[in-house]
C-alpha cells in the first residue's frame, strides 16, 4: 500500500491539476510496485519557504539522507 506525501512550497493548482499530477505518480507507483490504483494514496502538502528547514528538510531530509533514493541538490 504505497503512500506518497509531496511537500512543495505553496503552487496554485486547481482539481484538475491535482488529480492529473496524483494520477501521473500512481501510474509511476503501479508500474514500479506492481500495486493496484485502489492501493495508492497521495497527498499534497504545501509548506511555506520560510517553513521548510524546520518542517521538511530538519525532519525528514537530513535525518534520512541515507535513505533517499533521490537526494536534493541543495543544503540547509
Not at 16 to 43: E, G, T
Request: proline share 7%.
Amino acid at each position: 500500500m504505497p503512500h506518497i506525501d509531496i511537500k512543495c512550497f505553496p503552487r496554485d493548482l486547481n482539481d484538475d491539476q491535482k488529480a492529473a499530477l496524483a494520477q501521473d505518480i500512481v501510474q509511476v507507483i503501479i508500474r514500479h510496485f506492481d500495486s493496484k490504483d485502489s492501493s495508492v494514496s497521495v497527498a499534497l502538502n504545501q509548506v511555506q519557504p520560510e517553513d521548510w528547514k524546520a518542517q521538511v528538510w530538519d525532519t525528514e531530509i537530513d535525518p534520512n539522507l541515507d535513505k533517499l533514493i533521490k537526494k536534493p541538490g541543495y543544503s540547509m
